[in-house]
């Protein structure tokens, strides 16, 4: 049984046709994730028949309500295909930006070579630590020869933009693959607001929030997970999909993992999605990570750098922001009065919602969130004061819009991989907290570093492929589960997963 984002039922996925690419599997069990969108399918005028064409994809729409960006309706550039999700095959019909010039990182409808390898890459990494269940790991990847016709534009427009660019990525382009069975909150808020108070629409809507909040083991995706869904179940599986969301990015501050961007990058039952940018520390630091075009930092690093830990604050406003906006169109759709039922159903949902997420919730009580991140930089053992300090201007930041302070730090010489086109980063420690101290972190760096940096400097499809292999086996034999990070590993109601 398919996924069902893999299907024309799913009520925010957009039929995509697909044919046969060019592209060449790493695994031998993707080699049917070689497609590209197929705009010749598309008709000037036709008759809709009952039955598809026999190769779809399905792009997803969504709405963001905190950064909508105009022109992107969804995934321009990825689409669920039977039991995977892939990155890189292509337009789709939701990439309306396709014009937009100034949006060209989001509107070619392809995928570095970069970005596919550093999702694959960190996915190994977080299995090999233990933690692989706190994200949508990539499995695998697709490469292939960027044709002319991409590359010499593509070319173009970095130089117009003076951005560096490995050599991979000048002659290579990438599939990612990921299994099927997520959703993101951006799903849903879309489909609140194309829902009408129609019994049917509400059932629909009910039921894929509750079956996508809900965890289920590796390679059970696509399997049904609703029970009775009635208002409290449903609202009590978003409330848990919150937590679950708040302790992934716990965990990633424990394994000193920063994922780069995180604005509608993550799962409706708590998960990470999108891979492509991750900085590894390796070890859990009071620190600011500094990115910069490989000048260094620019200013002094006091007024400099984004201090780790600040992304619980973004990921709190953003499912703050699509919890209430679930809650304002439900409560839009129930004045329209079209049915007592409908009415009476979401009346309950409301209320449901406001007590499983309440003023003492922490998504809600700057308060409580404020001692959750408290106690996680207590782990780094820096000093309490500059702990207090931190949080203090962090959460000034966050609920009064406060500017941040002068930070003091301390650079370190810990050097990283390229997080993206043009982009470097540093490490500085704040104030007097403990340093980098880690040796197996530091190891584990430096064969990262190794990794993804003689790939970054291939430009053929088989030698890069026969590379990867080996450093795969290598990430896999040579990095080991930190004992802290064992002991913290498994956030309730997520099952292990071989």
């Known amino acids: 049984m398919k996924p069902v984002q893999s299907s024309p039922s799913c009520p925010w996925s957009a039929a995509v046709p697909v044919r046969p690419s060019r592209f060449t599997s790493l695994f031998a069990e993707h080699e049917a994730c070689n497609v590209e969108t197929d705009f010749s399918a598309y008709q000037a005028f036709s008759v809709p028949t009952a039955d598809a064409p026999a190769q ?33 095959t292509g337009r789709t019909p939701l990439a309306i930006n396709w014009l937009n010039r100034a949006d060209t990182a989001h509107a070619t409808g392809h995928m570095a070579a970069t970005g596919a390898v550093r999702e694959l890459v960190i996915s190994r990494y977080l299995r090999a630590k233990g933690l692989e269940q706190h994200i949508v790991p990539c499995t695998g990847l697709l490469l292939a020869t960027m044709p002319s016709a991409l590359a010499k534009p593509l070319t173009s427009f970095y130089r117009e933009q003076q951005l560096q660019r490995k050599p991979c990525d000048e002659h290579l382009q990438a599939i990612s693959v990921k299994p099927a069975g997520f959703a993101r909150w951006s799903n849903l808020v879309w489909l609140a607001h194309q829902s009408s108070g129609h019994p049917d629409r509400i059932r629909e809507l009910a039921w894929m929030g509750e079956h996508f909040a809900r965890p289920r083991p590796m390679g059970a995706e696509h399997e ?90 973004f990921f709190a406003r953003q499912v703050r922001l699509a919890f209430d906006t679930l809650i304002e169109r439900f409560e839009a759709i129930a004045r329209s009065g079209i049915s007592p039922a409908v009415v009476q159903f979401l009346r309950q949902w409301i209320a449901a919602l406001h007590r499983a997420v ?42 009064r819009g406060e500017s941040l302070p002068a930070i003091a730090a301390r650079m370190t010489d810990a050097s990283f991989p390229m997080l993206e086109t043009g982009t470097h980063c540093n490490l500085s420690i704040i104030g007097d907290a403990p340093g980098l101290g880690s040796p197996q972190a530091a190891e584990e760096r430096r064969l990262l570093q190794s990794c993804l940096e003689e790939l970054d400097a291939i430009t053929e499809v088989e030698p890069y492929l026969e590379r990867l292999r080996v450093w795969l086996g290598v990430i896999d034999q040579e990095v080991r589960p930190a004992p802290m990070l064992l002991a913290n590993r498994e956030p309730p109601g997520l099952a292990r997963t071989a």
Request: hydrophobic share 40%; with cysteine.
């Open 56 to 88: 779809l994809g399905f792009a997803d729409y969504q709405m963001d309500p905190q950064y909508p960006t105009a022109r992107r309706q969804g995934a321009g550039r990825a689409i669920f295909y039977g039991e995977h999700y892939l990155k890189g």
């Open 224 to 313: 049904p997970a609703v029970g009775a869904c009635t208002p409290t179940s449903i609202a009590t599986e978003l409330a848990h999909a919150m937590q679950r969301g708040l302790e992934s990015f716990e965990a990633f501050f424990r394994a000193g993992v920063f994922w780069g961007s995180y604005h509608n990058n993550f799962t409706l039952d708590g998960r990470f999605l999108d891979l492509e940018l991750p900085l590894v520390v390796g070890e859990s630091v009071l620190c600011k990570h500094h990115v910069h075009g490989g000048q260094g930092p620019h200013g002094p690093i006091e007024h400099y750098g984004r201090p780790f830990g600040e992304e619980i604050l």
């Open 358 to 399: 309440g003023s003492d919730h922490w998504v809600r009580n700057p308060e409580v969130l404020r001692e959750r991140m408290v106690a996680l930089y207590r782990e780094t053992g820096a000093p309490e004061t500059q702990i207090q300090a931190l949080v203090s201007a962090l959460m000034a930041r966050e609920f």
